[in-house]
């Protein structure tokens, strides 16, 4: 099984600052195989970023996913207060699919 | 725009089965992979299993011998069955929209299922 470390646990920012979400594999993941996702509370997770770098349809040209093997990096370049949520990476190339423990972005 | 809309039981004793049901709205079901995943604040975020079209399954290996996942392409649903369930299993229930092709991601998620078990 794939497990994915997500650092840090919390990340406090406030508007406007650049956030730097990572993800780290315990083995190699293929780019077309990892996911971001942000989930705020009470809702279910809502995808982000697919192929380590695509966004999703919907998804403000702020986020932007990127790395390959076993680090990757979730960026948000301008954070924004309905940013306040928690960005959970997850590796769809090896079942069972795994999904990281989440990062949590504050907005100060 | 698939809607995806979940049904089942909230509320489990120990040993009962869990059961839940996922209906597809506006969207066909071919050619998908459609999944079950649930969340617990001491898991995370847990991937159950899935199930496509012409019923093929894949389980999570520490959940195999417990689950069954079944479709009704008939109806546009998928349901999970989880039989003898613990209080380690209570967790919000989410169905999802999985793998279609090359395209590997969850896109399309119910809007969740609390799921408590306690005697």
């Known amino acids: 099984e794939i497990v994915l470390m997500q650092s840090p646990g919390t990340l406090s920012l406030s508007p406007g600052e650049r956030a730097t979400l990572s993800c780290r594999a315990s083995q190699g993941v293929s780019t077309k195989y990892l996911v971001w996702y942000q989930q705020k509370p009470g809702q279910a997770p809502r995808l982000l970023i697919y192929?380590?770098?695509s966004r999703a349809t919907g998804i403000p040209d702020r986020f932007s996913g990127s790395g390959s093997g076993t680090d990757f990096t979730l960026t948000i370049s301008r954070l924004e207060p309905e940013d306040c949520a928690v960005y959970y990476c997850?590796?769809?190339?090896?079942?069972?699919?795994?999904f990281g423990g989440g990062t949590k972005v504050e907005i100060k | 725009q698939v809607q995806l809309q979940q049904w089942g039981a909230g509320l489990l004793k120990p040993s009962e089965t869990l059961s839940l049901t996922c209906a597809v709205k506006d969207w066909s079901f071919s050619g998908y992979y459609w999944t079950w995943i649930r969340q617990s604040p001491e898991k995370g975020l847990e991937w159950i299993g899935e199930?496509?079209?012409?019923?093929?399954?894949t389980y999570n290996p520490s959940l195999k011998s417990r689950v069954t996942i079944s479709v009704d392409t008939s109806k546009n649903q998928f349901s999970l069955r989880l039989r003898s369930v613990t209080a380690a299993d209570t967790a919000v229930y989410y169905c999802a929209r999985g793998r279609y092709g090359n395209d590997y991601y969850f896109d399309y998620w119910g809007q969740g299922t609390l799921v408590t078990v306690s005697s």
């Open positions: 997850q590796q769809y190339g090896s079942s069972p699919f795994t």
């Open positions: 199930i496509n079209d012409s019923g093929t399954t």
């Open positions: 192929g380590a770098s």
